[in-house]
């Protein structure tokens, strides 16, 4: 059979209408979640929950070994200065969702703390996630005997616009603490211990930083451990944070228990984020196939479970992870 020029290239142009026309017919939704720095747990995490809920046009269906998360739907985590820019930049619409610790939500929904005369309500949350722990972190060897001994000292404070900065400044006012603050993310803080420009550092985090990991290999670093008093004093300045410990063995270096607090992390987006959209995420969330991805996916990924979903969450929920926990029977 014999095929002319103008038959051949009808039949090109063809083609490429045809798979033009199958790619348009695939809307594709990009969607940013904020996370925060790179040496953290926030960016990891939500690098995992974007996989999770993304199945970009042309994927394999989920039934066939393929994506389960939402058609079209292109998932992006965005590296932040986490918690209170995460919320702020939410609101602003600058964001399409983010992690955040409950106290930020909390306050920045209710225009309280760092959020006074600044109210962050069109923020609504998808799902509670797992408990961050606060990490007191000082040079290999030295111990400090109670947190009065940062009187004086060079303290990380963590980054500006972090839930973290905004609790380690309510815990040093109130012991009264004067130290000479440093605004600094996880890696910088880490480096500068590291280097001894620093002589302790905090930030808030699930287990286990990768920072801290890498600062165990080389260095070497201590985590000081509350004492039951300040356990109850923080719990009652910041009523978010709770009783918590760290295990022996989460960082290969440390090999004790560290009795600390911790503030759950929450997945929040927009009101303004159509419902069938955050159904649909919300749902891929909870997919047996996200269950493997989390497990396998970063140490704290064990701890993000749909039966804690609810746990802490003081805010309104966003109508479409509403409509998914009713249908799994979660809320009436």
Same mark, same amino acid.
């Given at each position: 059979m014999m095929v002319t020029k103008r038959g051949l290239? =009808?039949? /090109?142009? +063809? =083609?490429?209408?045809? %798979? %033009?026309g199958s790619v348009q017919a695939q809307d594709m939704t990009f969607f940013r979640i904020g996370t925060g720095g790179a040496g953290g747990t926030y960016y990891p995490i939500g690098g995992l929950l974007a996989n999770a809920i993304s199945n970009p046009p042309g994927s394999r269906a989920c039934d066939k070994g393929g994506s389960c998360g939402v058609p079209g739907l292109v998932a992006i985590a965005v590296s932040t200065n986490a918690s209170v820019a995460n919320m702020n930049a939410i609101h602003a619409g600058q964001l399409d969702a983010g992690l955040a610790g409950a106290q930020s939500v909390t306050q920045g929904y209710n225009g309280e703390g760092k959020f006074v005369g600044h109210k962050k309500d069109n923020v609504r949350v998808i799902a509670n996630l797992y408990p961050e722990? %606060?990490?007191?972190?000082t040079p290999k060897g030295e111990h400090l005997s109670s947190l009065m001994d940062l009187n004086g000292k060079r303290v990380g404070v963590a980054a500006a616009g972090s839930g973290t900065q905004v609790s380690v400044r309510m815990i040093l006012k109130h012991y009264g603490i004067k130290a000479d603050e440093h605004e600094l993310g996880l890696g910088q803080s880490s480096q500068r211990l590291a280097d001894g420009q620093l002589d302790a550092f905090f930030y808030a985090g699930g287990t286990p930083f990768a920072a801290l990991i890498q600062l165990g290999s080389t260095k070497g670093f201590e985590l000081y451990k509350f004492s039951e008093d300040e356990r109850k004093a923080i719990n009652g300045i910041i009523? @978010? @944070?709770?009783?918590s410990d760290i295990p022996a063995g989460v960082y290969e270096s440390i090999d004790y228990d560290v009795p +600390? /607090?911790?503030?759950n992390g929450q997945l929040v987006t927009s009101v303004s984020q159509p419902e069938e959209l955050i159904y649909q995420i919300t749902k891929a969330m909870w997919n047996k196939n996200t269950r493997k991805l989390l497990d396998k996916g970063h140490a704290k990924g064990k701890a993000i479970r749909v039966e804690t979903a609810l746990k802490g969450v003081l805010i309104p929920l966003h109508p479409g992870a509403e409509r998914y926990y009713k249908e799994i029977g979660m809320i009436d």
């Amino acid at each position: 059979m014999m095929v002319t020029k103008r038959g051949l290239l =009808g039949a /090109v142009f +063809t =083609g490429l209408a045809l %798979m %033009m026309g199958s790619v348009q017919a695939q809307d594709m939704t990009f969607f940013r979640i904020g996370t925060g720095g790179a040496g953290g747990t926030y960016y990891p995490i939500g690098g995992l929950l974007a996989n999770a809920i993304s199945n970009p046009p042309g994927s394999r269906a989920c039934d066939k070994g393929g994506s389960c998360g939402v058609p079209g739907l292109v998932a992006i985590a965005v590296s932040t200065n986490a918690s209170v820019a995460n919320m702020n930049a939410i609101h602003a619409g600058q964001l399409d969702a983010g992690l955040a610790g409950a106290q930020s939500v909390t306050q920045g929904y209710n225009g309280e703390g760092k959020f006074v005369g600044h109210k962050k309500d069109n923020v609504r949350v998808i799902a509670n996630l797992y408990p961050e722990d %606060m990490h007191l972190v000082t040079p290999k060897g030295e111990h400090l005997s109670s947190l009065m001994d940062l009187n004086g000292k060079r303290v990380g404070v963590a980054a500006a616009g972090s839930g973290t900065q905004v609790s380690v400044r309510m815990i040093l006012k109130h012991y009264g603490i004067k130290a000479d603050e440093h605004e600094l993310g996880l890696g910088q803080s880490s480096q500068r211990l590291a280097d001894g420009q620093l002589d302790a550092f905090f930030y808030a985090g699930g287990t286990p930083f990768a920072a801290l990991i890498q600062l165990g290999s080389t260095k070497g670093f201590e985590l000081y451990k509350f004492s039951e008093d300040e356990r109850k004093a923080i719990n009652g300045i910041i009523p @978010y @944070y709770v009783p918590s410990d760290i295990p022996a063995g989460v960082y290969e270096s440390i090999d004790y228990d560290v009795p +600390t /607090v911790a503030v759950n992390g929450q997945l929040v987006t927009s009101v303004s984020q159509p419902e069938e959209l955050i159904y649909q995420i919300t749902k891929a969330m909870w997919n047996k196939n996200t269950r493997k991805l989390l497990d396998k996916g970063h140490a704290k990924g064990k701890a993000i479970r749909v039966e804690t979903a609810l746990k802490g969450v003081l805010i309104p929920l966003h109508p479409g992870a509403e409509r998914y926990y009713k249908e799994i029977g979660m809320i009436d």
